[in-house]
């Protein structure tokens, strides 16, 4: 274990350290721009895609990783309310409130990522197999529909509400 965190390299502590840093961030009140619900689920789901390196089968990586995406996405409509949640002063964005679960959410995908990352360096010919590659698309697309999710609950709440307003 110990050996582990040695041979991590540095960037990965920065990456880490951010994530939590944001996270800790979105215990207090926070504004979420529109752009920003609407930027951030594409770029998750390209790269979540591009890390999977698919291999001469990708149709059956594909769609387990559609399949994860979708489920987390669901998990996240459920999991995140509309609770607290307001228009910002100048209608362009959201203010919501603290929760725990964006520092959860963002230390998932940071764990998900680390982890597939330690298997490729250390057991490479395990992390080729279909089991590991398919266990990695399945959990990169639950761990990206879970922000994807997130990111459509909370555009849907801003629209209801800057339509209300109007």
């Given at each position: 274990?110990?050996?582990?965190?040695?041979?991590?390299?540095?960037?990965?502590y920065?990456v880490?350290?951010?994530?939590?840093y944001f996270g800790?961030?979105?215990?207090s009140?926070?504004?979420e721009?529109?752009?920003?619900?609407?930027i951030?689920p594409p770029?998750?789901?390209?790269?979540?895609l591009?890390?999977?390196?698919?291999p001469?089968n990708?149709?059956?990586?594909?769609?387990?990783?559609l399949?994860a995406?979708?489920l987390?996405?669901?998990?996240?409509?459920m999991?995140f309310?509309?609770?607290?949640v307001e228009?910002d002063?100048?209608q362009?964005?959201l203010?919501v409130p603290?929760?725990?679960?964006?520092?959860a959410?963002y230390l998932?995908?940071f764990?998900?990522?680390?982890?597939?990352?330690?298997q490729?360096e250390v057991?490479?010919e395990?992390?080729?197999?279909?089991?590991?590659?398919s266990?990695k698309?399945?959990a990169?697309?639950f761990?990206?529909?879970?922000?994807c999710g997130r990111?459509?609950?909370?555009?849907?709440i801003?629209h209801?509400l800057?339509?209300?307003y109007l």
């Amino acid at each position: 274990m110990l050996n582990t965190l040695q041979n991590t390299p540095l960037w990965v502590y920065a990456v880490f350290l951010l994530l939590c840093y944001f996270g800790v961030k979105a215990l207090s009140p926070t504004r979420e721009s529109r752009i920003s619900l609407l930027i951030t689920p594409p770029i998750l789901l390209g790269w979540s895609l591009y890390s999977l390196n698919l291999p001469e089968n990708p149709q059956l990586l594909v769609s387990c990783w559609l399949a994860a995406v979708i489920l987390g996405s669901f998990a996240a409509l459920m999991m995140f309310t509309r609770k607290g949640v307001e228009l910002d002063g100048a209608q362009t964005g959201l203010i919501v409130p603290g929760t725990i679960k964006t520092l959860a959410l963002y230390l998932l995908f940071f764990a998900v990522n680390y982890y597939f990352g330690y298997q490729a360096e250390v057991h490479p010919e395990q992390s080729t197999t279909l089991q590991m590659i398919s266990l990695k698309a399945c959990a990169s697309g639950f761990a990206s529909g879970l922000f994807c999710g997130r990111s459509i609950k909370f555009y849907q709440i801003f629209h209801n509400l800057k339509t209300a307003y109007l």
